[in-house]
């Protein structure tokens, strides 16, 4: 036999084997188990990022709440007082 024709062969007989095994439902369910767990680990461990994500996102939103506060602390117009040049 040529190694063409081998390979041909081959690729029918693994064709074959994967042709049962999807028709397989025992085969299906441990692939669906498999994927679920893997899913619920990914979801785990996107869940816990995003509760960091919005830890520090509360955390940076009242820092910079504090900032504004001091910012407009020092911001106090005096109308109707006299201003001389190169005051400051």
């Known amino acids: 036999m040529s190694s063409e024709r081998l390979l041909r062969n081959d690729d029918l007989k693994i064709k074959s084997v994967i042709d049962k095994l999807l028709s397989s439902d025992a085969f299906l369910q441990s692939l669906r188990d498999l994927i679920k767990s893997s899913l ?3 979801f785990v461990e996107l869940n816990t990022r995003v509760s960091a994500c919005e830890e520090k996102i509360h955390i940076l939103s009242n820092k910079l709440d ?8 020092n911001s106090v117009r005096i109308y109707g007082l006299p201003e001389s040049e190169h005051e400051n």
């Open 40 to 42: 619920a680990e990914v």
């Open 66 to 73: 504090d900032l504004e506060q001091y910012s407009r602390a």
